[in-house]
């Protein structure tokens, strides 16, 4: 419960203190600190979420990868490259919808050459139709503006 109120608590100090118990966390309180860490998109956590996208645990492994999404950003990015080459097929979806998701934020914010990277990195042979189309959709809306 204490997470859930740190969660919500704006500020550096409720980011650092999580970041400082993510190392002590086990099992599902690890789970939902980095859950935590990528609602909050702390930056300053995605080193210790990258080192744990290839986890033994598979629950885990894909939290990092959510929050990777939802965290954004150059070491984010990295990261979820990492995941894309060790992932287990039935991982690589989360991976896919973090990319997208990144590439979302980074449209709003204006880098739309960024975007557009990633986009055409997820539209090629070898990528769920699904995504090849939500790639797609996403480079014409970023190329005319959303219209």
Do not use: H
């Not at 859950?35 to 979420?49: H, T």
């Not at 990868?65 to 984010?76: D, H, R, V, Y």
């Amino acid at each position: 419960m204490a997470r859930y109120a740190i969660e919500r608590i704006p500020g550096e100090a409720a980011s650092k203190a999580l970041l400082e118990a993510l190392p002590k966390a086990q099992g599902k309180a690890k789970v939902g600190i980095v859950n935590s860490l990528g609602e909050r998109g702390c930056a300053a956590a995605a080193p210790a979420i990258v080192s744990l996208v290839g986890d033994a645990d598979k629950v885990l492994a894909g939290a990092a990868i959510g929050a990777l999404g939802k965290i954004g950003g150059p070491e984010a990015l990295k990261g979820l490259d990492k995941a894309l080459q060790s992932a287990p097929d039935a991982q690589k979806m989360l991976v896919y919808d973090a990319y997208l998701k990144i590439a979302e934020k980074m449209v709003a914010a204006g880098d739309k050459l960024g975007a557009q990277k990633i986009y055409a990195g997820l539209n090629k042979e070898g990528v769920p139709q699904l995504v090849r189309s939500a790639a797609m959709k996403g480079m014409v809306k970023s190329t005319t503006g959303g219209r």
